[in-house]
């Protein structure tokens, strides 16, 4: 892991080549990522606020910030089950615990089999050294996270490897382990970023809702109008636009 500062902006490196985490030093909650922007898309499918988040896969902690910034009333439990990520983000990337953020070092699915809290929001971006992390992108762990959300929760997931059968995989395994799943292609980037829930999610109504899209997109600095759109145009249907579900499928 290598931690570079570059005049106004600081990044989290793993394996001197992957880019993990990217922050502002002076606006340490605003996000640089595009696919933090994605991650951070589920007023699109829920209209409440979420009162409770978990985080597993700390990094730098930009999307924790992010959250503190917009949601300051909400709970956030932050899991890692590195100790050297976590050490970084606290020296490096101003992470800290208070009493609405709570930081663990321990195993995602571990974490969730010892306590029974139940969560408005779950945010899953954990990845070792092979890609997306096996034993958390698989079907045993997304039932573990449905029985921890709440009725509308939402559990949102970065998807990125290199390996076109596990992309597959995740995505089948979402699809049959919650009643509703929608995906988003970040535009120019590999990372699919998916939003599942126990419920089906009024999606479709909120992203017809324009005047709703420029509010969330004047609130939280992100182009809701365009991942709006994306929604609209990539989960339509089975075959989806131009044929796009035969595509993610055969990867």
Same mark, same amino acid.
């Given at each position: 892991?290598?931690?570079?500062?570059?005049?106004?902006?600081?990044?989290?490196?793993?394996?001197? =080549?992957?880019?993990?985490? =990217?922050?502002?030093?002076?606006? #340490?909650?605003?996000?640089?990522? #595009?696919?933090?922007?994605?991650?951070?898309?589920?007023?699109?499918?829920?209209?409440?606020? #979420?009162?409770?988040?978990?985080?597993?896969?700390?990094?730098?902690?930009?999307?924790?910030?992010?959250? @503190?910034?917009?949601? #300051?009333?909400?709970?956030?439990?932050?899991?890692?089950?590195?100790?050297?990520? /976590?050490?970084?983000?606290?020296?490096?990337?101003?992470? @800290?615990?208070?009493?609405?953020? @709570?930081?663990?070092?321990?195993?995602?699915?571990?974490?969730?089999?010892?306590?029974?809290?139940?969560?408005?929001?779950? /945010?899953?971006?954990?990845?070792d050294g092979e890609g997306m992390a096996a034993d958390l992108y698989a079907a045993p762990f997304f039932a573990l996270t449905r029985k921890h959300l709440r009725e509308d929760g939402i559990l949102v997931c970065n998807l990125w490897s290199s390996q076109a059968s596990v992309r597959r995989d995740a995505f089948r395994q979402l699809r049959r382990s919650f009643a509703d799943t929608i995906f988003l292609p970040v535009p120019e980037r590999g990372n699919?970023?998916?939003?599942?829930?126990?419920?089906?999610?009024?999606?479709?109504?909120?992203?017809?809702?324009?005047?709703?899209?420029?509010?969330?997109?004047? =609130?939280?600095?992100?182009?809701?109008?365009?991942?709006?759109?994306?929604?609209?145009?990539?989960?339509?249907?089975?075959?989806?636009?131009?044929?796009?579900?035969?595509?993610?499928?055969?990867?």
């Amino acid at each position: 892991m290598e931690v570079i500062e570059d005049g106004e902006m600081r990044s989290l490196y793993f394996s001197g =080549r992957h880019l993990q985490s =990217r922050q502002w030093i002076s606006d #340490p909650s605003a996000l640089i990522l #595009p696919y933090t922007w994605y991650m951070m898309a589920f007023p699109l499918v829920r209209l409440a606020e #979420p009162e409770r988040a978990l985080m597993i896969g700390v990094g730098a902690g930009s999307m924790i910030h992010f959250l @503190r910034r917009h949601f #300051p009333a909400c709970a956030i439990d932050a899991v890692d089950i590195s100790s050297d990520i /976590l050490a970084i983000s606290r020296d490096f990337f101003d992470l @800290r615990e208070d009493d609405f953020l @709570r930081i663990y070092c321990q195993d995602g699915g571990a974490f969730l089999r010892q306590n029974d809290t139940r969560y408005d929001l779950i /945010l899953l971006d954990a990845f070792d050294g092979e890609g997306m992390a096996a034993d958390l992108y698989a079907a045993p762990f997304f039932a573990l996270t449905r029985k921890h959300l709440r009725e509308d929760g939402i559990l949102v997931c970065n998807l990125w490897s290199s390996q076109a059968s596990v992309r597959r995989d995740a995505f089948r395994q979402l699809r049959r382990s919650f009643a509703d799943t929608i995906f988003l292609p970040v535009p120019e980037r590999g990372n699919m970023v998916s939003l599942s829930a126990a419920l089906a999610m009024p999606w479709r109504e909120i992203c017809a809702d324009n005047p709703r899209l420029r509010q969330l997109s004047d =609130r939280f600095g992100l182009d809701f109008v365009t991942m709006a759109e994306i929604a609209r145009n990539y989960n339509g249907g089975e075959e989806g636009q131009g044929g796009f579900w035969r595509r993610l499928l055969r990867g």
